[in-house]
């Protein structure tokens, strides 16, 4: 494995640590080496060593062994480069070619482009030019991190530039939502059980709700995020492809191919959201100062990095409909934003009303039946239903029947990384973004941000950080009785651990 930005915060944090619990759990190949590329000038054992660290305070391994982490550091070992030179790769295949003969990893590579998606293009262009994506003597993959492009015509070109020297069957494009666990167990849920399926429609649902909300600010990341924001952040990529894997038909088996060809359907179902309608089904929001849980949180104008007359969105909210048999007149809600009273990610399934009103309170309707499905934190699966109190007369109170995947305490379960790349290792791409799923999101966003673009005069809310954004979100449903489901009322102190 080839980590290109070996020395940068997602290798230390995330991608380190995750192949550390698979070679706990003996899921490595017996020779696996893994060559961490950067352009800085250090030693072997700084490198290791600065990985060590990382296992030691980022691993999610329950029970870490000293010894297990010696162990795995002998398989790391550093090559510094200049990734715009040429001569350099072929210095890097020379010693990939070294490591083949010595060590017998059998030419099998993987690339991870843990960098700068400005550099995707480049490295790719120069891995495919000294024949490093050539599969003759052994598989040849790459995975990239998002963005996968800015807008259509950048990930059209990402995408151009990719496949000059990789086939798509090469390409990984990763979105660690995907390997959120109930993510995953959507598939199983809605096609393993009778009980679901034939409820997963227009006739039974009366709309769906997605919610990716995060409580920290942009932190250190305000330069980039200011050139980027909600939209192209988490709505193209993460939500939307949340969005496919929820209102998908049932694949014709469980092939990679077969359920992406599913999710891509989905996507290209999406009803366009026209130029002049982008104020009517998108909400866009800025957080401004407040204080929270007793500190004051900065606007986010006044944050580092940050232009001070930014029109870049932290929070968004979005009706759409799919024009399909399944889902024809249908609402999707999905909303995502930054400075939220907590982070959680969910999608709710609200039902239709009984046909007929039996047991009306004297003072409200009974809610309809929900089913909440948590995919960070706490993840698990909630179902809500009515049941009669106890006592005289027909009194009903909302109960919850759930599961949280924590209850599974003698069962490891994987971080989102550590499944991705055992993934991309044995070639199974089924939770990776495929090339034409990437430009149907692209297209699908594409008039918001023209409409964001052309007219100055679609408005920019603001909204106090800590707050569950723009109070204007809930102006999108149609019925007033109806609003964004609002999770986690009881929240810890610090705001960071949300009930299911």
């Not at 492809?241 to 998908?248: I, K, S």
């Not at 909630?382 to 009194?395: S, Y």
């Amino acid at each position: 494995m080839v980590i290109f930005g070996a020395t940068g915060d997602l290798t230390y944090r995330k991608l380190i640590p995750a192949l550390y619990a698979l070679y706990n759990q003996q899921m490595l190949p017996e020779k696996f080496k893994v060559l961490g590329v950067g352009r800085g000038d250090i030693s072997q054992i700084t490198f290791r060593e600065k990985m060590i660290q990382g296992i030691r305070k980022f691993s999610e391994s329950k029970h870490l062994n000293e010894k297990q982490i010696e162990e795995f550091a002998h398989c790391l070992s550093y090559f510094q480069m200049d990734f715009d030179d040429q001569k350099d790769y072929l210095r890097l295949k020379m010693t990939l070619q070294e490591t083949d003969d010595c060590e017998g990893t059998c030419g099998n590579y993987l690339f991870y482009l843990s960098m700068p998606p400005d550099m995707f293009g480049v490295i790719s262009g120069n891995l495919g030019k000294v024949g490093l994506s050539n599969p003759d003597t052994g598989f040849r993959r790459i995975i990239i991190e998002k963005p996968f492009g800015y807008d259509l015509d950048s990930g059209l070109e990402l995408n151009r530039k990719l496949h000059e020297a990789f086939d798509e069957n090469q390409i990984y494009r990763i979105d660690h939502y995907l390997g959120k666990e109930t993510v995953q167990n959507l598939l199983v849920m809605r096609f393993a059980n009778g009980i679901f399926e034939p409820l997963w429609n227009r006739n039974y649902v009366h709309h769906v709700e997605i919610t990716s909300a995060e409580s920290l600010g942009v932190e250190s990341r305000g330069g980039y995020y200011d050139g980027s924001g909600a939209l192209r952040d988490m709505l193209q990529n993460h939500l939307l492809q949340v969005v496919g894997l929820t209102a998908m038909e049932p694949p014709s088996s469980m092939d990679s191919d077969a359920i992406r060809n599913e999710t891509l359907k989905v996507l290209q179902s999406l009803k366009p959201i026209n130029e002049d309608e982008v104020s009517k089904h998108v909400i866009r929001g800025q957080y401004v100062a407040s204080h929270v849980r007793g500190e004051l949180q900065p606007g986010y104008r006044e944050e580092k990095g940050v232009n001070p007359d930014s029109r870049t969105e932290t929070f968004v909210a979005m009706k759409f409909f799919i024009d399909n048999w399944r889902w024809g007149g249908v609402p999707f809600y999905i909303r995502t934003g930054k400075r939220l009273p907590t982070r959680v990610t969910e999608v709710v399934v609200h039902f239709r009303p009984a046909p007929h009103t039996l047991f009306q309170q004297d003072d409200f309707a009974i809610p309809n039946n929900q089913l909440i499905i948590r995919i960070q934190p706490d993840e698990g699966i909630l179902i809500k239903f009515g049941m009669k109190l106890p006592g005289a007369g027909f009194n009903v109170k909302t109960v919850n029947m759930d599961f949280h995947y924590s209850d599974l305490s003698e069962v490891h379960l994987p971080s989102a990384y550590e499944r991705l790349i055992y993934d991309a290792m044995v070639g199974d791409s089924t939770l990776y973004a495929r090339a034409d799923a990437v430009e149907a999101a692209w297209k699908f966003v594409a008039q918001i941000q023209n409409a964001w673009k052309n007219n100055p005069e679609i408005k920019m809310y603001g909204y106090p950080a800590g707050t569950w954004g723009p109070e204007n979100a809930d102006d999108m449903f149609d019925e007033k009785e109806i609003t964004w489901r609002y999770p986690c009322k009881n929240l810890a102190d610090d705001g960071n651990y949300c009930e299911l």
